[in-house]
C-alpha cells in the first residue's frame, strides 16, 4: 500500500489559515464571513498578496486581518520574492495555507515550507485547462461542463491532489459574452466549495494516499 502522509487539525483550538490573494477576493470574503461562526473551525490570522491596490487587500483590512505584499518586481530574482513569501506565512505558523485567486506560480521553497497543506481553487475542472485561463479556454474548446477544482497545490501548475469539485454548465449566451457571466457563475459554486473544504479540512485534518485526498467522516 502506498504511504500516507497525515496531516492532524490542531487541538485545541481552530485550524491556524493564511489566505493569499491577487485580485477581488470574494473567495476570501467567502471564508472571512464563514470564520466568523467558531464552530467552522478555522481562524483566518493574515492576508497576503502579490500586489496593492486590489479589493482583496480591502476586504481583509476591513475585516481587522493583518496583511502583507510581496511583489516579485521587488525582488532581484524569483527565489528571494519565494524566500520572503515563505518567511511571512511561516512567521503565522499557519497550519493551512489557502491561495483564493492568487495569481503567481508558488515557489520550491513555499511549496517545500507547507507541503500538503496549501489549498488552491481553479476555476476549472482539472486536468482539464490548467493554468491562468481556465475560463476562457474550456469555451474555446468547446466543452458541455466546466466548473472548479479544490486541489492541493504540488510543484506543478494546477497539478496537485484533487480534494472537491464542482461543476457549471455552459450555455450558447457564454460564447457570445466571452466568459465573463460563466465565470461569475463558476465563482458561485467556487466559494461554497471552498468554504465547505476549508471547514472539513480545518476541523477534521487529511491524508494523502496515493495522490487521493481522505477526510474523515
Ligand atoms: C477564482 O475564480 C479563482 O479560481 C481564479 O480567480 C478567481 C478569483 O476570484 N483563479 P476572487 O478574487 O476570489 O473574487
Known sequence: MASAEVFSPRTPGPA???VLVSGSGTNLQALIDAAADPGYGA???AVGADRDGITGLERAERAGLPVFVHRVKDFPARDAWDRELTDAVAGYRPDLVVTAGFMKILGPEFIAAFAGRIVNTHPALLPAFPGAHGVTD???YGVKVT???VHLVDAG???GPIIAQGVVEITDADHADG???LH???KTVERELLVEVVGRLAREGHRIEDRKVRIPA
Open 147 to 149: 466548473g472548479c477544482t
Open 43 to 45: 481562524e483566518i490570522l
Open 157 to 159: 501548475v494546477d497539478t
Open 179 to 181: 466568459g465573463d457571466a
Open 138 to 140: 474550456a469555451l474555446a
Open 16 to 18: 491556524r489559515v493564511v
Open 184 to 186: 461569475e457563475r463558476i
